[in-house]
C-alpha cells in the first residue's frame, strides 16, 4: 500500500526519481487520463489458483468503496470507513475519476486493485493494494498491476513505479514476470524540528541560489552532476531527460522555488537541496539532495541539512521528511547524525512502460 508519505516522497542524496507527487493527507493517487480501447474484463491466464478465476477489469460503480479499502489498508487489512470517506473527499476537491481503478474479482470478491498516479515528468507511480494471506493475492495484484501498464499511454508515461511492503516476495516475484525490477529498499526518515535553529553558515567562497527560471540551467547542470557515482538509486541514471526529472521534482508535494537551493563556487555547480513543504500537515519533505563528485568529502551534505532543518522551522513546520536508498551508507550517516530516524521502508519497483 501506498501511504501519504510514500506518495510525498523520492529516493533523496542523489537519485532522480519521484516516488510520490506530495499529496497531502490520507493515501491519494490520480489518474489524468481516460482508457480508451481497452477491454473491461482481462481474464489472467493463471487464474486458477485456490480454485476460483480471477476476471482484471475496470471497477464498477458500485465497488468504490470496497476498492478504496483495498488501496488504502496496510499489511492486507482493510481501511477503515473514515480513511475511504477523507480520500474520496480529497479526490473530489482534486477531480480524481475513482472509476479508472482497476480490481481483480475472484467470484463475487475484489481480492486485489490497483490505480495509477500520473506525474509530470512522464512517470506513474502505481498504487496498490496490499497482499493477504491468499495465494491467490499477489498473482492478482500482478494482474491489476499489468492492466493496469498496458493502459498507459506510452506517449505520457516513460517509467511505472510502484511500492511494496517489505518482505513481500511474493507480490514482487509475480510482478518479475511483467517486466518490473526492484529499484532499491527505500528508508523512510524523519525528524521533528521544535526551535528555529540558527542559519547555516555559507561555505566560504561559495552562493546559494534560489531557484528562478534564469537560474534553471544552474539546477539542470546541478542536478545532472550529482549523479555520477551516486549510491543513491544508480539503476535509474541516465533513463529520463533532465527536464521531466525537474518537472517530476516540481509536481513533489507545494513547488515554492524559495525552497530550492543550488551552491555555486566561481559559477560551477556544486550541489542542489529541493526542498516541498506540505503545510496543511506541518511537515516538509526533503525532496532531493545531490552533489557533484568534485563537491563531495567537504561537508557540504551537512551544510544542506542543516539548510533544511533552519527552512523546516522558519516556515513553521514541525517535521521533516524524506526517503533514501538503504545502499546509500554515506547519505544515511549523514541523516542519522542530524537526528533522523527511520519510520519505515518500502520496496520501490520500475519497468519501462512502451
Not at 527560471?213 to 533532465?242: K, T
Not at 542542489?272 to 563531495?296: D, F, K, N, T
Amino acid at each position: 500500500m501506498v501511504t501519504s508519505k510514500d506518495l510525498n516522497s523520492a529516493c533523496g542524496f542523489g537519485c532522480g526519481v519521484n516516488f510520490g507527487l506530495g499529496l497531502p493527507g490520507n493515501p491519494v493517487v490520480l489518474l489524468s487520463r481516460c482508457v480508451s480501447g481497452l477491454s473491461n474484463i482481462f481474464r489472467w491466464r493463471d487464474g486458477k489458483r485456490d480454485g476460483e478465476h480471477l476476471h482484471i477489469r475496470l471497477i464498477e460503480p458500485d465497488e468504490t468503496d470496497e476498492a478504496l479499502r483495498l488501496l488504502l489498508g496496510q499489511h492486507g487489512r482493510k481501511a477503515d470507513d473514515a480513511v475511504v470517506v477523507d480520500f474520496v473527499r480529497y479526490a473530489r476537491h482534486r477531480q480524481i475519476d475513482l472509476k479508472q481503478t482497476f480490481v481483480a474479482v475472484s467470484g463475487d470478491r475484489i481480492v486485489a486493485a490497483c490505480l495509477p498516479v500520473v506525474a509530470p515528468g512522464r512517470t506513474a507511480l502505481l498504487m496498490t493494494s496490499t497482499a493477504g494471506s491468499s495465494r491467490q493475492i499477489p498473482g492478482a495484484i500482478a494482474g491489476c498491476v499489468a492492466a493496469t501498464c498496458n493502459a498507459l499511454d506510452p506517449k505520457e508515461v516513460e517509467i511505472a513505479q510502484l511500492l511494496l511492503e517489505p518482505p513481500d516476495t511474493r507480490t514482487a516475484a509475480a510482478l518479475h514476470e511483467h517486466g518490473f525490477s526492484e529499484l532499491a529498499t527505500l528508508i523512510y526518515l524523519q525528524r521533528s524540528v521544535t526551535k528555529i535553529p540558527p542559519p547555516p553558515r555559507l561555505p566560504q567562497g561559495c552562493d546559494l541560489l534560489s531557484y528562478t527560471q534564469e537560474n534553471h540551467d544552474h539546477f539542470a547542470r546541478g542536478i545532472l552532476a550529482s549523479y555520477e557515482h551516486s549510491l543513491d538509486c544508480p539503476l535509474l541514471h541516465g533513463r529520463r531527460g533532465i527536464e521531466d526529472v525537474i518537472a517530476g521534482h516540481k509536481a513533489s508535494g507545494e513547488f515554492d522555488p524559495s525552497l530550492w537551493f543550488c551552491l555555486i563556487e566561481q559559477e560551477i555547480e556544486l550541489g542542489v537541496l529541493l526542498l516541498s513543504p506540505v503545510r496543511s500537515h506541518g511537515l516538509m519533505e526533503l525532496v532531493y539532495i545531490g552533489l557533484a563528485p568534485h563537491a563531495r568529502g567537504r561537508r557540504l551534505g551537512d551544510y544542506f541539512v542543516d539548510l533544511a532543518l533552519h527552512s523546516t522551522a522558519s516556515e513553521e513546520l514541525k517535521l521533516l521528511t524524506l526517503a533514501v536508498d538503504e545502499c546509500n551508507a554515506p547519505a544515511l550517516h549523514l541523516y542519522y547524525r542530524h537526528g533522523l530516524g527511520e519510520v519505515h521502508r518500502r520496496l520501490a519497483m520500475i519497468r519501462h512502460v512502451s
